[in-house]
């Protein structure tokens, strides 16, 4: 089994899981990329699988379907070119690995996260839910929502693998420095991520819950930056949370 990101547009990564000749394509934005990876390995594409409905994650699916006419799409209800329709508990084999269907919402509301299970560990291939040291904007999905995906996220096995779809690592890891300036795991991880060279994807649980504030709120340090940051006093992790969010939306830099 092999897992590669392919670069899309500005920063995206369309993620292509390899078994033998075959492939699963996870939101495919752009085809062509995904095309020429597949011809260049001499690859058939067997599934291709969306986490939510985006143009940058689902914008490719057409073009690659009237490729491999046979390949089914996986989606939610809202993703109008899934040819089938998944839930939270779908099963999806592939190769030696079988993949479990999330509901993950909060950036949108309908988004899902593919958990791949193979004999080599867990993949979570999470869209726009998990980023690196960060969490994506919500759009339709609720702050609530999004909140509870994390929670769920951060019960998995502390090696499991996540594959984000965006390349956010640096900014992501420069606003958790500004949240935790004592963070030394913080500080490695940037210096890491500005000098890389090749993705800084995908990272382990364990790694997340070093750096990944959004992860980190229950702990002294980032609740009470929080409520410096945002001038107010909070009753629970869940707003430490959301105020969180929106101090990333919202940078105040006028607070050392």
């Known amino acids: 089994m092999k897992i590669t990101p392919i670069k899309a547009f500005n920063d995206n990564y369309i993620w292509m899981i390899q078994e033998g000749n075959l492939a699963v394509c996870v939101d495919p934005g752009d085809a062509t990329p995904v095309l020429k990876f597949l011809v260049s390995n001499r690859l058939m594409l067997a599934q291709t699988w969306i986490t939510h409905h985006h143009d940058d994650h689902c914008g490719g699916v057409n073009a690659l379907w009237r490729t491999f006419l046979e390949s089914p799409v996986y989606g939610n209800s809202d993703i109008a070119e899934a040819t089938h329709r998944t839930k939270a508990g779908l099963q999806i084999p592939f190769g030696d690995g079988l993949a479990t269907v999330w509901a993950t919402p909060g950036h949108t509301s309908h988004h899902l996260s593919y958990l791949f299970e193979t004999s080599d560990g867990l993949h979570v291939f999470c869209g726009d839910t998990l980023f690196s040291a960060g969490c994506g904007r919500v759009f339709t999905g609720t702050i609530g929502e999004l909140f509870d995906s994390f929670l769920r996220f951060n019960q998995l096995p502390e090696n499991t693998l996540f594959y984000p779809a965006h390349e956010y690592t640096v900014s992501n890891l420069r606003f958790a420095a500004h949240i935790e300036p004592d963070n030394a795991d ?30 980190r709120v229950g702990l002294p340090q980032v609740w009470e930056r929080v409520e410096k940051l945002s001038g107010k006093k909070f009753a629970g992790e869940f707003e430490v949370f959301a105020a969180l969010r929106e101090l990333k939306n919202n940078p105040r830099t006028d607070v050392n």
């Not at 913080?186 to 997340?208: G, M």
């Open 186 to 215: 913080i500080h490695t991880a940037l210096q890491t991520a500005e000098s890389a060279t090749a993705p800084t994807l995908p990272v382990t649980l364990l790694h997340e819950r070093k750096v990944n504030p959004f992860l």
